[in-house]
């Protein structure tokens, strides 16, 4: 196990009314460590994921692995569809005035739009934002079903 290849961001911030530097681990987020300097913050970190894998290793469990950086992310995605979308999203981009890629990469940035203001729990989906001056239902706390999403996304974009 390399720590050093785990994601490990530091920053200075005030932390408990403290100025210090705070080191977080990607993969593992409960960990955070704080020092005095960045380099003292980075190596808590080291250590603290070194262990947990440790303690990990000791129960049986498995460490989670680093994730990949995103340059080795080409940009490139091969999906299958059935046909009748295709066709219906074909037609809409047509419809549009935009190419395919262009409707897709559209609708997959919308949607992770939508997955930065709410948080997955199980099968639901939590709204997570305070609650918008705008006058609609939904209040932050509430869990949205997936089936009533764009009635609540209609309602928080007006």
Known sequence: MNAYAYNITVRQGIFEGEECFEARVKELPDIA???DSHVEAYE???????TTAAVLNEKGR????????????????????PKTLHRALATKAEGEGVSLNQLLVAALATFRG?????????????????????????????????????????????
């Not at 808590?44 to 070194?50: P, Q």
């Not at 006058?135 to 974009?157: C, F, L, P």
């Open 33 to 35: 460590e704080y020092g």
């Open 62 to 81: 498995k460490m989670p692995l680093p994730c990949e950086p995103e340059e080795n992310f080409s940009g490139r995605v091969t999906l299958r569809l």
């Open 44 to 50: 808590l970190a080291l250590d603290s994921i070194e």
């Open 114 to 158: 939508f997955d930065a203001v709410l948080e997955h729990d199980r099968d639901n989906w939590i709204n997570i934002c305070e609650s918008q001056s705008h006058d609609h239902q939904t209040m932050a706390g509430e869990v949205i079903y997936i089936n009533q999403y764009r009635e609540s996304a209609a309602q928080w974009s007006s």
